[in-house]
């Protein structure tokens, strides 16, 4: 209807410059008012086609009818009595469900909180007190959040660390298996980058003092790296020998998108701890800590919690998230959506070499952008290929460690006519450049 973003939206943003800091981002300008079936509606009549889900989180669409019912009803019963002073059903039926639902079918249990940073905290604090020891192993290209341990545990400096130091003492990094990137090619990566990890860990932390091992299956902000198959389960399995908590946190990869429930269960991992949140309740703010009952229980009483983990509306959200994936069968949709995008952008690699590697899996998408050539990544290429997209109506999102990633995380419940047509806008905008 308008140029993106249009006066409306242009107006508010200059209301926003005003009243919140710049710190606080914005990937693409336009003011929403509506937003479902993977159309963002905006401030001036526009419609956008939504390759983001607000960063992973509206899987099950925006405003999805089983989310809003339960929502409804319960905000005119109770908003709130926090869980830790009086309890109600819906926070231990969510937990019910995410210890069924997550892999392996040992013993669970289950904290809720509100923020996928939160919760990746407390995994931390559940490892340490359970094995009593104090270090914590996190991968390169690793995101975990901007807390103050989760921006430590996080692998790039700009624009989450940034002078935002001193970090949390205790955390050490390792190579993660990067296929693309491996430098003696992808057939050794896994073996590889697997022994390198490990080979750290034992020399220059100690197997014996290492808490956890904090991953996520498929690294989401570090550019939707799927690590080389056998890496993940020699991690898990160098953990399971030594004592240490292996944490998997699928806080992106989670509630159905990439093709499966779990990131995980694609190599068969089972993770000790598993951290939830972003698809987990339809963009209510719930997060989740599911482990093993024996490493979960040892907590003392009070020493978990917060005052509005587990919040009831959020509570009823996720319920309406998990029961909307299994009667629409939102994991085979995720499939479909990657058997319907990666042809299509491999084709395009064919045709471009400015596209340096397409992968992931279901519909947690990316391209990574080069130096037509080589591998010398292309941000600038990225930047303009993102600004064509917004311009012409597709929301498309950027990631990477060298921020020359273009990541694509459409809700599940998009349309295929939607779907073909953000495509066919991103081929466009690839071509043109
Ligand atoms: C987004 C994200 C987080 C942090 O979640 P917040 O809700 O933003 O605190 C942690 N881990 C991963 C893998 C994420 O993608």
Same mark, same amino acid.
């Given at each position: 209807?308008?140029?993106?973003?249009?006066?409306?939206?242009?107006?508010?943003?200059?209301?926003?410059?005003?009243? +919140? *800091?710049?710190?606080?981002?914005?990937?693409?300008? +336009?003011?929403?008012?509506?937003?479902?079936?993977?159309?963002?509606?905006?401030?001036?009549?526009?419609?956008?086609?939504?390759?983001?889900? &607000?960063?992973?989180?509206?899987?099950?669409?925006?405003?999805?009818?089983? @989310?809003?019912?339960?929502?409804?009803?319960?905000?005119?019963?109770?908003?709130?009595?926090?869980?830790?002073?009086?309890?109600?059903?819906?926070?231990?039926?969510?937990? =019910?469900?995410?210890?069924?639902?997550?892999?392996?079918?040992?013993?669970?249990?289950?904290?809720?909180?509100?923020?996928?940073?939160?919760?990746?905290?407390?995994?931390?604090?559940?490892?340490?007190?359970?094995?009593?020891?104090?270090?914590? #192993? @996190?991968?390169?290209?690793?995101?975990?959040?901007?807390?103050?341990?989760?921006?430590?545990?996080?692998?790039?400096?700009?624009?989450?660390?940034?002078?935002?130091?001193?970090?949390? *003492?205790? !955390?050490?990094?390792?190579?993660?298996?990067?296929?693309?990137?491996?430098?003696?090619?992808?057939?050794?990566?896994?073996?590889?980058?697997?022994?390198?990890?490990?080979?750290?860990?034992?020399?220059?932390?100690?197997?014996?003092? @290492?808490?956890?091992?904090?991953? =996520? *299956?498929?690294? /989401?902000?570090?550019?939707? !790296?799927?690590?080389?198959?056998?890496?993940? *389960?020699?991690?898990?399995?160098?953990?399971?020998?030594?004592?240490?908590?292996?944490?998997?946190?699928? #806080?992106?990869? &989670?509630?159905?998108?990439?093709?499966?429930?779990?990131?995980?269960?694609?190599?068969?991992?089972?993770?000790?701890?598993?951290?939830?949140?972003?698809?987990?309740?339809? &963009?209510?703010?719930?997060? /989740? #800590?599911?482990?093993?009952?024996?490493?979960?229980?040892?907590?003392?009483?009070?020493?978990?919690?917060?005052?509005?983990?587990?919040?009831?509306?959020?509570?009823?959200?996720?319920?309406? @998230?998990?029961?909307?994936?299994?009667?629409?069968?939102?994991?085979?949709?995720?499939?479909?959506?990657?058997?319907?995008?990666?042809?299509?952008?491999?084709?395009?690699?064919?045709?471009?070499?400015?596209?340096?590697?397409?992968?992931?899996?279901?519909?947690?998408?990316?391209?990574?952008?080069? =130096?037509? &050539?080589?591998?010398?990544?292309?941000?600038?290429?990225?930047?303009?290929?993102?600004?064509?997209?917004?311009?012409?109506?597709?929301?498309?999102?950027?990631?990477?460690?060298?921020?020359?990633?273009?990541?694509?995380?459409?809700?599940?419940?998009?349309?295929?006519?939607?779907?073909?047509? /953000?495509?066919?806008?991103?081929?466009?905008?690839?071509?043109?450049?």
């Amino acid at each position: 209807m308008t140029a993106i973003p249009g006066p409306k939206s242009r107006e508010l943003l200059a209301r926003k410059q005003a009243a +919140v *800091p710049p710190g606080i981002g914005t990937a693409l300008p +336009v003011f929403v008012t509506r937003a479902g079936g993977g159309v963002l509606q905006d401030a001036d009549g526009n419609s956008l086609i939504d390759f983001g889900s &607000g960063i992973a989180v509206t899987s099950v669409g925006n405003a999805a009818p089983k @989310v809003v019912e339960r929502v409804r009803r319960q905000v005119a019963d109770f908003t709130h009595t926090c869980f830790m002073v009086t309890p109600y059903e819906s926070y231990v039926r969510v937990c =019910e469900k995410l210890n069924e639902l997550t892999p392996g079918d040992h013993d669970k249990r289950t904290v809720l909180v509100s923020t996928g940073a939160e919760a990746v905290e407390n995994a931390v604090k559940i490892a340490r007190h359970a094995t009593g020891r104090p270090a914590v #192993v @996190v991968f390169d290209h690793g995101y975990h959040g901007r807390t103050l341990l989760t921006m430590t545990l996080t692998a790039k400096n700009m624009p989450y660390k940034e002078k935002f130091g001193p970090f949390a *003492p205790e !955390v050490y990094r390792v190579p993660l298996a990067y296929p693309f990137r491996w430098p003696s090619g992808p057939e050794n990566c896994a073996e590889e980058a697997a022994e390198q990890a490990i080979d750290m860990i034992t020399k220059q932390v100690g197997a014996d003092n @290492v808490a956890a091992v904090v991953i =996520e *299956p498929i690294a /989401g902000e570090g550019g939707f !790296v799927v690590p080389a198959r056998g890496f993940l *389960p020699r991690v898990a399995e160098f953990c399971r020998t030594n004592g240490i908590v292996f944490v998997a946190d699928e #806080v992106q990869t &989670g509630f159905a998108r990439t093709g499966t429930m779990f990131a995980c269960e694609d190599e068969g991992i089972v993770p000790d701890i598993i951290t939830t949140a972003k698809g987990i309740a339809g &963009g209510l703010p719930l997060a /989740g #800590v599911t482990g093993r009952a024996e490493i979960m229980d040892k907590v003392h009483a009070g020493g978990l919690g917060g005052t509005y983990g587990g919040n009831p509306l959020a509570c009823e959200a996720a319920l309406g @998230v998990m029961e909307t994936i299994e009667e629409e069968d939102l994991v085979a949709r995720a499939r479909h959506i990657g058997d319907t995008m990666l042809p299509r952008l491999r084709a395009l690699q064919e045709r471009f070499d400015v596209i340096g590697d397409v992968r992931g899996r279901g519909a947690m998408i990316a391209i990574e952008l080069v =130096e037509p &050539g080589t591998k010398v990544p292309n941000p600038a290429a990225v930047q303009e290929i993102v600004r064509r997209c917004h311009a012409e109506g597709l929301l498309v999102l950027t990631a990477g460690t060298y921020g020359n990633v273009l990541r694509f995380l459409p809700p599940l419940v998009i349309p295929d006519h939607l779907l073909d047509e /953000g495509l066919g806008i991103l081929e466009k905008a690839i071509a043109e450049l």
